[in-house]
């Protein structure tokens, strides 16, 4: 469930608002077309005009799988943080060259190499739909009718907007679904990677100092776009500030953060709480004793699965700081009470009582629902391994592109179709030994937590061990090749009946269950949940006005807030850091573990300015997906890059609150910095600096 | 209360066990005479000789104003904190010349200034003298009786030592109360200033980063002792390491910890919480809101009252810490739970339990007495201004002596005397409007705390207003001469009675109200509390075992523990700081306020090893009255010097965990770097390292 949108996701958490208070000073993820214009004029004497709104949102750009970015110079140069980046440049690595260890500059445009199965889009415009979606759904259809009329109007909206537009076009659905926008995409496939730091000091103090600050990252990635063969000229671009940020300044922050629980109810969290987050937590524990287990077998096989491994120990962290959050029984009881209030004001406006009924129950029973399949909705499924998944998509596919598009899967309307197929035929490799160690364990799990009788287990293990499956599916299957996988998807039907591929036939036993628990999750849990959402907005819009910004969906926001330090242990955090705290916090360990230097970074330090920023913090809201996001200036210009929040941003996802939370970015004047004293790479930071 | 040894002690605050847990790993301040051999052997296969004990014993001192501090050369070089010398250092200073502010180096021993009223102590030997104290107490004897003839048979022991040795000798309670141990110490009073840093490098980062870590202070200053106008020849020194402390490394601590509640009952620590701990804090606000505003008035009043706001700024904020501490519901029921689990043990042991009566319930009862007059001990006294404090002492002196020693104020018997008339014939300056300010403010608080109609406020202000007498009383007094002190002291009753000095004739007017209330507190409450306490250790011993070193009586302990870090804000703190951390903090801040760096720092940066360690953490079990106490090495070198708990330390004065909570040093390295490169100082520094 909090795994859902990509493992980067996990990254930032949101800053959540509780259901009675006002919006906060500088809370929001707003849409362009709705920007704070008010707040911001206020709080900071900024209006920014419709050509600055303009131009930030056509140099902002959405890498998806999971991640935001923004062009940087007028020959399609992107830059994205070293996490987001990090799938490609682990695919382009081979055990001779390891990019990730090592890092890379290409040096030359004809030397960048693609990225497989990379997409980013930009968003060119908007266009409000609301009244043709909610138009099809009529009061006395079931939620599950009025679920199918809404994707009904949606995939047409959609489809139109593609053939009129050539673009890649989106409804995506806002306010708790109380409003509907269609969002038209630029789309760019041909992604390469020009610049990569090490791991080690993207990632520097590793899983310790992830989702803290003072920290000293430099998370970033460099790529540019292409088209025919050519780098991209983008819509817009943005210019690199040499100052930066500084103390207290106003910084906005542009980029796509993927979901919020601000809207949650009780119900909604105690089941995250008792239910979602333990769960989690426990396979996230099992997985990454087995991933450990399988590194120690060499040093090819720790390449292997270290970016594997830093996604879950990731999301590990994370999930433990949200767990913490939900067991905080002051914070809950006051989530309650601003529930209670809301509630009441709803029952004491008779005919809204009426006209809305008691959506809270409502989600109540679903989320017991939900529980009472739980831990099915856990196992059944495609899990465990690469190959599985790609099976298993095919299987689906044949099947639900047949369909009307209303009724299909959602990744499988015509709107999603092209990304699915671009990452469906990725080139990116696949390690079979890797593969048979998932996927046993994933299988494994299944039998201890379902039971040998479960129609699921039967169907995967069809009386033979995990190991036995998993070893034989992997050895047999041709799916690692890409046009065996096209040719099955155009084959359709037939020919995926007629496979013999042995991980096609594991996924075709697996294909019935995993729909069935799909649909029956869709039905029983969501589509009632989706309709009460709409009611608990509409009390909440009806009786407090439209106060807030919309939850996050993973599309264009802007946010904004201020460089500031915050008080913790006792004292006050400062707002940034330098490389000279770089440099203390090597030294201070010894120069060892997470805390160890790239070689580079060691012989480069007496040419470093080492008062020079590295990271900083501001009050801006964001979440997970705005990794990457560049954070601007009043007049538009690049003074950094969001790659995480801080811990204290982990308790925050439920509960909002500004004391301590920040997000953390990478100083513009660090990269430079960097890149001209210790990646030998003028050019690049001519190219970024426009000089 | 808390307040009672003096504002350094404040700077450590205890790692308590609670009262049946057995000690912990690394706890414990021990006694020379009983060292923690076996734990050592056991734990880190360390056995401390008998001649290392010794060594480290004589080369020991302790600052009579409460800190703790080392010789560490063959020619009496003594080091302590700062914060300990501060009161020389601001002593010594002029208008013209700040040496609070600029630092101070001597240069040459003939240029060695001498601090005013300094006395340092070295604990030349033990001896145990349990039989002699607790057999001059006999059964039927009420608590009263019973305390004075403990305290009779002390001063005679004291006495007795003192004229055959020619020591200053003082028998110190230990266990609560079940032992008495008489030391003698060897007495310098001569204590001449050799080198202080800046304040502003010595309390870096100031009131933010006090009681913090990461930390980057430079809490040195170095003094001489002399007798007869030549340096001392200590009885013995310790040699300085130039390796300092590695990760995981045993060090141990010898200093004179103050006072520790690690067996307070839950009544004597509800008090604390409810109504001591609370008007403490409102009184340091409103003292500190004088004081700030007093500072305002411009640079020379702002020089004045710093070392004093310093004081009290750091109370501030052990006391928050300390507060919040008892706040935690959940800690309290633990230390309720092991309260009930000792009763019960006693409660169980017919004999025991008849013998020792219900401990508990005295104290109980004499908290709800001290609470009963709380207010009046809050405010009849001398408080408010350094003159008044000196009437006081001088009014109450002059009828002390002539009585028996047995009936004495503790700090008027004999032993105490030399100590108490070095104090009160300090020459150290006393400036009038600052005196005014206080003194008035301290009037007019007792006057909104104890009503116009109360004996004392009538007293005090005879009708007048608070700044009325405070005026008359500070422009009219002589007492800024030591010569006038000496000289009524001297002249004894008669000449007190007959003094028209207006600050006398105040202090002569508060005098009775004084006494009353004290006598009426050391009767009602000390007394009973006391020998309940003896019943309380009883209990243990009887129950547990001797299994845990005597609570701290600022006498000389020696504490272990090993270098490092710990787990804060969801990463780990390394266990120590270098110079990179210390320019890094600052450039983050914009090298301005608390952490901001002195000229001479930023001059000097480039010829300094910036990877040289400035502080570091243990786990060694300190507290207030620790300040300036010697880290050694196993071999007993100087491996860095003391000067604070961590943030986390503040909560376990009554609560012990040693999951984060941290004794913090100054690295033995980083001394000799700033003495050789910032300081210009290398015969100072060769002098401390032995070349």
Redesign the interface.
């Known amino acids: 469930m909090t795994l859902s949108l990509s493992r980067r996701a996990l990254l930032f958490l949101g800053l959540g608002a509780t259901l009675t208070l006002p919006v906060l000073a500088d809370e929001g993820m707003w849409t362009f077309d709705n920007p704070p214009r008010q707040r911001l004029k206020e709080a900071y004497g900024f209006e920014p005009s419709q050509e600055w709104l303009d131009k930030v949102r056509l140099a902002s750009v959405r890498f998806m799988d999971g991640g935001s970015g923004s062009f940087v110079s007028k020959d399609g140069l992107m830059i994205t943080n070293h996490h987001v980046g990090l799938g490609c440049i682990q695919n382009i690595s081979t055990p001779e060259n390891d990019y990730v260890a090592n890092g890379y500059y290409a040096g030359a445009r004809e030397k960048e190499p693609a990225c497989p199965g990379y997409e980013v889009n930009v968003l060119m415009s908007t266009e409000e739909v609301t009244a043709t979606v909610l138009g099809a759904v009529k009061p006395e259809m079931t939620d599950q009718a009025a679920r199918e009329a809404r994707k009904g109007a949606t995939a047409r909206i959609e489809n139109e907007c593609a053939t009129a537009s050539g673009l890649r076009c989106n409804v995506v659905s806002l306010y708790q679904g109380s409003e509907y926008h269609l969002y038209r995409y630029q789309k760019y496939t041909d992604v390469r990677l020009v610049f990569a730091p090490e791991q080690q000091i993207a990632f520097y103090?590793g899983d310790?100092?992830?989702?803290?600050?003072?920290r000293h990252d430099l998370d970033v990635a460099i790529f540019r776009a292409y088209e025919a063969g050519k780098p991209v000229i983008p819509p817009a671009y943005l210019t690199w500030s040499r100052q930066g940020a500084g103390?207290g300044e106003l910084v906005f922050v542009s980029g796509n953060p993927g979901s919020t629980s601000r809207l949650s109810t009780v119900a909604q969290l105690e089941l995250l709480r008792d239910l979602v987050l333990p769960a989690n937590l426990e396979f996230l524990k099992r997985r990454l004793a087995l991933l450990h287990a399988y590194s120690a077998r060499g040093q090819e096989q720790a390449r292997r699965a270290k970016a594997t491994i830093f996604g879950l120990e990731n999301g590990q962290?994370a999930l433990k700081?949200r767990l913490e959050a939900l067991l905080d029984a002051k914070a809950m009881a006051r989530k309650a009470a601003d529930e209670r209030a809301l509630r009441d004001k709803v029952t004491a406006d008779a005919a809204l009582a009426k006209s809305l009924g008691d959506p809270w129950a409502t989600v109540a029973a679903a989320q017991k629902k939900a529980a009472s399949r739980f831990k099915e909705s856990r196992f059944v499924g495609f899990g465990g391994s690469r190959l599985l998944g790609i099976a298993g998509q095919i299987v689906v596919y044949v099947d639900e592109v047949k369909k009307p598009n209303e009724t299909r899967f959602e990744e499988f309307v015509d709107a999603n179709l092209p990304s699915l197929t671009n990452r469906l035929y990725s080139k990116a490799p696949i390690f079979d030994d890797l593969e048979e160690a998932t996927l046993t364990d994933q299988l494994q799990y299944a039998l201890e937590g379902l039971g040998k009788d479960h129609p699921f287990v039967k169907a995967a293990l069809g009386g033979k061990t995990a190991a036995e499956v998993a070893k034989d599916a992997i050895a047999g299957t041709k799916l690692k090749d890409v046009a065996e996988r096209k040719a099955l998807v155009e084959g359709g039907t037939a020919a995926v009946a007629a496979s013999t591929d042995p991980m096609i036939v594991v996924a075709r036993k697996l294909e019935p269950l995993a729909r069935e628990i799909r649909k029956w999750s869709e039905d029983e849990v969501q589509a009632p949940t989706t309709r009460a959402g709409e009611k608990l907005a509409q009390a909440r819009w009806k009786t407090q006005g439209k106060t807030v910004n919309p939850d996050a969906t993973f599309t264009l926001r802007l946010s904004y807030g201020v460089v500031k330090g915050y008080p913790?242990?006792?004292?006050?955090v400062?707002?940034?850091?330098?490389l000279?705290?770089l440099?203390?916090?090597s030294?201070?360990?010894?120069f060892k573990g997470p805390?160890a230097l790239p070689q580079r970074w060691l012989d480069k330090k007496p040419a470093l300015n080492?008062?020079t920023?590295l990271n900083f913090v501001s009050t801006a809201d964001i979440i997970g997906g705005n990794s990457g996001s560049p954070t601007l200036n009043k007049q538009g210009e690049f003074v950094g890059i969001i790659f995480d929040g801080?811990?204290q941003s982990?308790a925050l996802d439920y509960f909002y609150t500004e004391d301590q939370a920040r997000a953390v970015s990478v100083d513009s004047r660090g990269i430079i910095e960097a890149l001209r004293k210790v990646y030998d790479a003028p050019a690049l930071a001519d190219e970024l600096t426009g000089k």
Chains 1, 2 share one sequence.
Request: overall charge negative.
């Open positions: 103090g310790p100092d992830n989702f803290t600050f003072p103390d962290k700081g913790a242990e006792g004292t006050e400062a707002p940034r850091t330098t000279h705290g440099y203390d916090r030294a201070s360990w010894g805390w080492l008062e920023p801080n811990i982990l």
